[in-house]
């Protein structure tokens, strides 16, 4: 439980502000929110933690404070009023006052933006999963055969690129007129954000350790912290945009999807501490197959409404059977 310590506190301070922002009504609201953020982001979680093994304690530690600012004050509420006032043209504090005071019209401008969040979201979670999957230096396959193909795509250069822009193109083909001009925005800004830290993190590996920058680097997991936090953006801004079904006031919803993220990165550190990706070898598997069908989801969405309950769904089959795959390998291997 001591890995859920920050995670209760931040709770019990978002409950005592709903209630002092609209009452028991806004309390339950904030733990139902959080609740479902839990429940939709445990493949989040697991690729978290294939990324937070690899870096320092001291920057595991700052994922869990400094991130949750981010993840919280930035991705679910100040990155949504910035959507909003790059697609209306809206100056940044008059969408901070809307979101405040005129829910129902922001409401409807932050679902305006969905298009190109979701094909900003998607593009990267789809490069997220390639990542995975196109890893020459992966020698565990869950899927066998399958996976070694797919692994040998990953010696063709810039596969990953190539592959989303052709999934970008393709949904571009789908979308209404209107829209098109969003998917390609958002695609694009996926593709660059992805590509400009996954370059730096190579950078920074750099062997040379007399560069100090580099070398600090290297050390700190700057890069990885960043790529972390788009990562969780990635996942928050449909989850921003689905929490207005629930209810349509920001504050009610910063606070339990904020609760949501906590407790998420407090899942991540355990993971890590327990050492639970290397004992269940395919669940890793499981999360980036998960993250892929969610890209895939998520550029549909673009041009054909689905339901979020097939989002969990689809995530949580793919962590079950992964997990299964790991208890049975797991007794194999101990049997011989």
């Known amino acids: 439980m001591q890995n859920f310590t920050l995670s209760f506190i931040f709770t019990a301070i978002a409950v005592a502000i709903a209630f002092y922002w609209q009452g028991f009504e806004a309390v339950f609201l904030v733990l139902i929110l959080g609740l479902l953020e839990v429940s939709l982001s445990f493949d989040n979680a697991v690729v978290n933690a294939s990324v937070l093994k690899r870096m320092t304690q001291v920057w595991q530690h700052r994922f869990l404070t400094w991130g949750m600012v981010v993840a919280v004050f930035g991705m679910r509420l100040v990155f949504p009023v910035a959507i909003v006032k790059f697609a209306t043209g809206i100056s940044f504090n008059d969408v901070t006052q809307m979101a405040l005071h005129n829910p129902l019209q922001y409401a409807e401008h932050l679902h305006n933006s969905h298009t190109l969040i979701a094909s900003f979201g998607g593009v990267f979670l789809l490069l997220v999963a390639f990542s995975f999957l196109f890893d020459e ?19 063709l250069d810039a596969i990953s690129t190539t592959l989303s822009l052709a999934t970008l193109l393709t949904v571009y083909h789908f979308v209404l007129p209107e829209h098109q001009h969003d998917v390609l925005m958002g695609g694009i800004w996926g593709i660059f954000l992805y590509g400009l830290v996954s370059s730096l993190d190579r950078f920074f590996q750099d062997e040379d350790e007399t560069e100090v920058f580099a070398d600090a680097a290297k050390r700190g997991g700057v ?15 449909d989850g921003v945009i689905g929490a207005f079904a629930i209810t349509r006031d920001i504050v009610t919803i910063m606070l339990g999807l904020g609760i ?13 501490s327990k050492g639970t990706l290397d004992e269940y070898v395919f669940l890793e598997h499981g999360a980036h197959y998960a993250i892929g069908a969610l890209a895939v989801i998520m550029l ?34 101990q049997k011989s």
Request: glycine share 8%; proline share 1%; aromatic share 14%.
């Open 137 to 155: 230096t992966r020698d565990v396959y869950w899927l066998g055969k399958i996976e070694e193909k797919l692994q040998d795509l990953g010696k």
């Open 223 to 237: 890069m990885a912290f960043l790529y972390l936090e788009l990562l969780d953006a990635s996942f928050s801004f």
């Open 260 to 272: 949501g993220a906590m407790f998420v990165r407090s899942l991540t550190i355990l993971l890590v």
């Open 300 to 333: 549909i969405s673009t041009f054909q409404s689905i339901p979020e309950v097939v989002t969990g769904l689809i995530g949580a089959l793919f962590i079950g059977l992964s997990l299964y795959s790991s208890v049975r390998y797991k007794q194999a291997t």
